[in-house]
């Protein structure tokens, strides 16, 4: 009788670390998500004034013949973006300005990353034009 209940009360605790075990730490950025690629920051500059332009997109995408998006984020009334979780590759970076912002409808993806996971990759101001054609960041 007493190694039945040692033998229930061994399997029990078992059971117990295997459910905690699944309910935190590993790789985690202390939010309770584990990290599973790594973000990109930047920001989108007018070049006309050295103001930031907020509203603009910023897509990641593959550089393969389908350029599948891959994430993408929208810069703030700064105009600084954050994207995380971003898994690890190389991207072509599309700025998407919209002309609700004051420029011509304009995108571009002559501007290259890439990610790292568990990094902060960060991308060199991008400067957009009056004509709103963002220049490459150099």
Known sequence: MKRVALLTWVIVALLALGLLAGCGG????????VVT????????ISIDDGVGLGGVVIEL???????????????????NFSIANVPAGTYDVEVVIDE?????????????????????????NILVTDDGVPDPPG
Do not use: C, K, M, Y
């Not at 590993?26 to 998500?33: I, N, P, V």
């Not at 690629?37 to 989108?44: K, P």
């Open 100 to 124: 609700d912002l004051g420029f011509e409808r304009a995108t571009t993806d002559a501007i290259e990353v890439t990610v790292i996971t568990n990094a902060q990759t960060t991308i060199p």
């Open 26 to 33: 590993g790789d985690d950025d202390g939010g309770g998500e």
């Open 37 to 44: 690629g790594g973000t990109v920051r930047g920001s989108v």
């Open 61 to 79: 995408r593959t550089q393969d013949a389908t350029a599948a998006l891959v994430a993408s984020g929208t810069t703030d009334g700064d105009g």
